[in-house]
């Protein structure tokens, strides 16, 4: 890490003024001797923090934040103090020592591709305003662009000549080699001759944190392929490191302290000019870890917002991953089926798209969704791999509130218990990733069917006996598949019968199973909280529909052996599961 002595500081603190440099990211105003604004650092709505041009130290009288100039730097980039320096020492014009020694041929290079890269998007910028760049600019209007956005942007347009921009920097006096250094030319593999890279093309220079123009990104007018190129990587311009719109989206990521991510440099412009200066966009690559540090430099929280085709989704739970490595909180921007941010913003307008930003789901939320998409969450396997996708997400929550949250999320999206969840990450925590058969949330992912319905009908009989005569009237103890249920059941019909009181305390002592004792209590102090007809209705239809569906299973077996023989299906048989499987139909259908 480099040191600089104490008079290069006290150098650089003496040519930048700090109330002149706090006034680049904060609205200072005379108050007696010292500048008053509201703090960058924390939310407020009545002006705290103080500016001391003599002294050349700021304080936030409501979060205590306070220091000099380089402190403040530190703060508001996230940079360490080696790059504060750096930064600092640049507007200052001072070189640092290390800075004289470094300047190398590299440097050099460096500064000469920034200025080309400048030269470069000066002149695509005025292609764009000229009568040959008519076509350009209707379609940028098209698109919704207007001209604030297009110059703030600097957006501009190459000519479909193939050495336009060579010519014309070869009339500046720049030598072909830095136009291939800068990835503004190549020279053709079978002519030999120098080429443009960007040739009818709308233009996009690509920023780095300190404005300098690291790189394009071209777009056609039409639909060919490809539609979007980047300049090839330089000295300058390395794609998993940079963000497009960062430079200009920065000081908003900071003041919201959340990011914005999205695919496309027409959904950042878009966003931007709608007001929500806080988006971004890699660069025509999947989202690396190396952008979302960056992000992380600036914000606390991510929202990805992707477009929200099959494709979209599937770069949203690629990115999920990577942001949250990254310490960033992310949530997923639900935008309606098969549209992009910047149709959105379009065609509902600002409001429509701050609500939906609002309403970003969180990362267990969006995953259950699309989770669901994937697999059956009626089935059985189907809760069990949705759950077992969730875990890598649930370790790695450090909050207990939050984790817990999340559990009884997903076990009322699935029907299944905390429990049962709880215990099956613990497993996976240990390192048993693959969940045997005998998983805890196979087991009671059943009860949250038919079984469930039995342990309903149990409860609501033990606090409302008067019952009993309605659903002896549809079942019959066979009906009941778990034998403690059928002891139970039968106990409670044959007390009901004799005119015994029906209570726990009698089917326990009647019975005199410890196994019967436990369930009861399960039922009586978890299962069902109060007496619910309706519940009791719904239960009595589930456990008629699973009767019928294993009488069908059956038929299926026997008719599938028949045919599997060649042999001819007995007309009883296929008329018997016709009537089972229209008995089922109507049950399904019918409103509890």
């Given at each position: 890490?480099?040191?600089?002595s104490?008079?290069?500081?006290?150098?650089?603190?003496d040519?930048?003024?700090?109330v002149?440099?706090?006034?680049?990211?904060?609205v200072?105003?005379?108050?007696?001797?010292?500048?008053?604004?509201?703090?960058?650092?924390?939310?407020?709505?009545?002006?705290?923090?103080?500016?001391?041009?003599?002294?050349?130290?700021?304080?936030?009288?409501?979060?205590?934040?306070?220091?000099?100039i380089?402190?403040?730097?530190?703060?508001?980039?996230?940079?360490?103090?080696?790059?504060?320096v750096?930064i600092?020492?640049?507007?200052?014009?001072?070189?640092?020592?290390?800075?004289?020694?470094?300047?190398?041929?590299?440097?050099?290079?460096?500064e000469?591709?920034?200025?080309?890269?400048?030269?470069?998007?000066?002149?695509?910028?005025?292609?764009?305003?000229?009568?040959?760049?008519?076509?350009?600019?209707?379609?940028?209007?098209?698109?919704?662009?207007?001209?604030?956005?297009?110059?703030?942007?600097?957006?501009?347009?190459?000519l479909?000549?193939?050495d336009?921009?060579?010519?014309?920097?070869?009339?500046?006096?720049?030598?072909?080699?830095?136009?291939?250094?800068?990835?503004?030319?190549?020279?053709?593999?079978?002519?030999?001759?120098?080429?443009?890279?960007?040739?009818?093309r709308?233009?996009?220079?690509?920023?780095?944190?300190?404005?300098?123009?690291?790189?394009?990104?071209?777009?056609?007018?039409?639909?060919?392929?490809?539609?979007?190129?980047?300049?090839?990587?330089?000295?300058?311009?390395?794609?998993?490191?940079?963000?497009?719109?960062?430079?200009?989206?920065?000081?908003?990521?900071?003041?919201?302290n959340?990011?914005?991510?999205?695919?496309?440099?027409t959904?950042?412009?878009?966003?931007?000019?709608f007001?929500?200066?806080?988006?971004?966009?890699?660069?025509?690559?999947?989202?690396?870890?190396?952008?979302?540090?960056?992000?992380?430099?600036?914000?606390?929280e991510?929202?990805?917002?992707?477009?929200?085709?099959?494709?979209?989704?599937?770069?949203?739970?690629?990115?999920?991953?990577?942001?949250?490595?990254?310490?960033?909180a992310?949530?997923?921007?639900?935008?309606?089926?098969?549209?992009?941010?910047?149709?959105?913003?379009?065609k509902?307008?600002?409001?429509?798209?701050?609500?939906?930003i609002?309403?970003?789901?969180?990362?267990?939320?969006?995953?259950?969704?699309?989770?669901s998409?994937?697999?059956?969450?009626?089935?059985?396997?189907g809760?069990?791999?949705?759950?077992?996708?969730l875990?890598?997400d649930?370790?790695?929550?450090?909050?207990?509130?939050?984790?817990?949250?999340?559990?009884?999320?997903?076990?009322?999206?699935?029907?299944?218990?905390?429990?049962?969840?709880?215990?099956?990450?613990?497993?996976?925590?240990?390192?048993?990733?693959?969940?045997?058969k005998?998983?805890?949330?196979?087991?009671?992912?059943v009860?949250?069917?038919?079984?469930?319905?039995e342990?309903?009908?149990?409860?609501?009989?033990?606090?409302?006996?008067?019952?009993?005569?309605?659903?002896t009237?549809?079942?019959?103890?066979?009906?009941f598949?778990?034998?403690?249920?059928?002891?139970i059941?039968?106990?409670i019909?044959?007390?009901?019968?004799t005119?015994?009181?029906?209570?726990?305390?009698?089917?326990?002592?009647?019975?005199?199973?410890?196994?019967?004792?436990?369930?009861?209590?399960?039922?009586?102090?978890?299962?069902?909280i109060?007496?619910?007809?309706?519940?009791?209705?719904?239960?009595?239809?589930?456990?008629?529909?699973?009767?019928?569906?294993?009488?069908l299973?059956k038929?299926?077996k026997?008719?599938?052996l028949?045919?599997?023989d060649?042999?001819?299906?007995?007309?009883?048989?296929?008329?018997e599961?016709?009537?089972?499987?229209?008995?089922?139909?109507?049950l399904?259908?019918?409103?509890?």
């Amino acid at each position: 890490m480099a040191r600089y002595s104490e008079e290069i500081l006290d150098e650089i603190r003496d040519k930048i003024d700090i109330v002149t440099l706090i006034s680049r990211y904060v609205v200072l105003k005379k108050s007696g001797k010292s500048y008053k604004g509201l703090c960058p650092f924390h939310q407020e709505k009545t002006p705290s923090f103080m500016v001391d041009g003599q002294k050349q130290m700021y304080h936030c009288f409501g979060c205590g934040e306070g220091g000099n100039i380089f402190t403040f730097i530190m703060k508001i980039e996230k940079t360490n103090f080696p790059e504060t320096v750096k930064i600092l020492a640049n507007r200052a014009g001072v070189h640092l020592p290390d800075d004289r020694k470094q300047h190398s041929k590299e440097s050099e290079e460096k500064e000469a591709i920034f200025n080309l890269n400048k030269i470069a998007a000066d002149y695509f910028q005025k292609n764009l305003f000229t009568y040959r760049g008519k076509v350009a600019l209707q379609y940028l209007i098209k698109r919704g662009f207007n001209e604030e956005l297009i110059k703030k942007f600097c957006i501009g347009y190459s000519l479909p000549e193939f050495d336009d921009l060579i010519l014309f920097l070869s009339s500046k006096k720049i030598e072909l080699q830095n136009l291939f250094k800068a990835g503004l030319a190549f020279r053709s593999n079978n002519t030999k001759k120098a080429i443009d890279y960007f040739r009818n093309r709308v233009m996009f220079p690509i920023f780095n944190l300190q404005g300098k123009i690291i790189a394009f990104g071209g777009r056609v007018l039409d639909n060919k392929l490809p539609k979007y190129i980047n300049s090839p990587e330089t000295i300058v311009y390395n794609k998993t490191n940079s963000l497009y719109g960062l430079f200009q989206a920065r000081q908003s990521i900071r003041q919201d302290n959340q990011v914005i991510i999205m695919e496309g440099y027409t959904d950042v412009l878009i966003a931007h000019q709608f007001g929500f200066s806080n988006a971004v966009a890699s660069l025509g690559t999947a989202l690396t870890s190396q952008q979302a540090n960056l992000m992380k430099r600036f914000a606390d929280e991510a929202i990805i917002a992707f477009d929200s085709d099959a494709a979209g989704e599937n770069a949203t739970l690629r990115s999920i991953n990577i942001v949250k490595k990254a310490g960033l909180a992310v949530k997923i921007l639900n935008l309606p089926p098969n549209t992009d941010p910047a149709d959105i913003l379009l065609k509902k307008g600002k409001k429509y798209f701050a609500n939906l930003i609002e309403n970003s789901l969180p990362l267990i939320d969006y995953k259950l969704s699309i989770l669901s998409q994937k697999y059956n969450p009626s089935h059985i396997s189907g809760k069990l791999n949705i759950v077992k996708s969730l875990f890598e997400d649930l370790i790695e929550i450090s909050s207990e509130i939050e984790l817990q949250n999340d559990i009884k999320k997903i076990a009322e999206e699935l029907n299944l218990t905390e429990e049962s969840i709880l215990i099956d990450l613990n497993r996976y925590k240990k390192g048993k990733n693959k969940l045997i058969k005998n998983s805890t949330i196979v087991q009671t992912s059943v009860e949250a069917t038919y079984i469930n319905a039995e342990k309903t009908l149990i409860g609501n009989i033990l606090q409302n006996s008067d019952i009993i005569e309605k659903i002896t009237s549809e079942l019959e103890v066979e009906d009941f598949t778990i034998f403690e249920h059928r002891v139970i059941f039968s106990t409670i019909f044959d007390l009901y019968k004799t005119g015994e009181i029906i209570s726990p305390q009698s089917i326990i002592n009647k019975v005199e199973q410890p196994n019967i004792a436990n369930l009861i209590s399960q039922i009586v102090f978890k299962d069902v909280i109060s007496f619910d007809l309706k519940a009791v209705n719904r239960s009595i239809k589930a456990i008629k529909i699973h009767r019928l569906q294993q009488k069908l299973n059956k038929l299926k077996k026997i008719i599938h052996l028949k045919e599997k023989d060649d042999k001819d299906v007995d007309a009883v048989i296929l008329q018997e599961y016709q009537e089972t499987l229209n008995k089922i139909n109507t049950l399904t259908k019918s409103v509890s």
